[in-house]
């Protein structure tokens, strides 16, 4: 059974850092993305950064490059989205997921398994 585990998260003034971990077991599969999505109160999930399994190739959107990062340790089976500088706009409920396959976008339709979110919340 493929299954995402979230750790991480929790309140912070803006301008600080946090961490979230997504810890996947099951995985059998030779290729998969992992994203790392949010959604904010009354709006849409959207996806924030990526990875692939296959090179190591990542991903940002606009609003958060520079800020973010993600990267991925295989001996943990482990991704992480470390973030800095953190904004008052960035609190959200976070979700890690995987699309198994040579998928490579934020389309969170394309994404197969889901985390179960954490939440983060940005002072100002």
């Known amino acids: 059974e493929v299954q995402l585990v979230q750790s991480g998260g929790g309140l912070v003034q803006a301008g600080g850092s946090l961490r979230l971990s997504c810890l996947a077991s099951?995985?059998?599969?030779?290729?998969?993305?992992i994203g790392w999505f949010r959604q904010a109160p009354g709006k849409e999930r959207e996806g924030v950064s990526l990875?692939?399994?296959?090179?190591?190739?990542?991903y940002y959107v606009d609003s958060v490059k520079g800020r973010f990062t993600i990267s991925s340790d295989n001996a943990k089976n482990t991704v992480y989205l470390q973030m800095n500088s953190l904004k008052p706009e960035d609190t959200a409920v976070y979700y890690c997921?995987?699309?198994?396959?040579?998928?490579?976008?934020?389309?969170?339709?394309?994404?197969?398994?889901w985390g179960q979110g954490t939440q983060v919340t940005v002072s100002s």
């Open positions: 990875i692939s399994s296959s090179d190591g190739s990542t």
């Open positions: 997921a995987a699309a198994v396959g040579d998928y490579y976008g934020l389309a969170f339709r394309q994404y197969d398994y």
């Open positions: 099951g995985f059998t599969f030779g290729r998969y993305t």
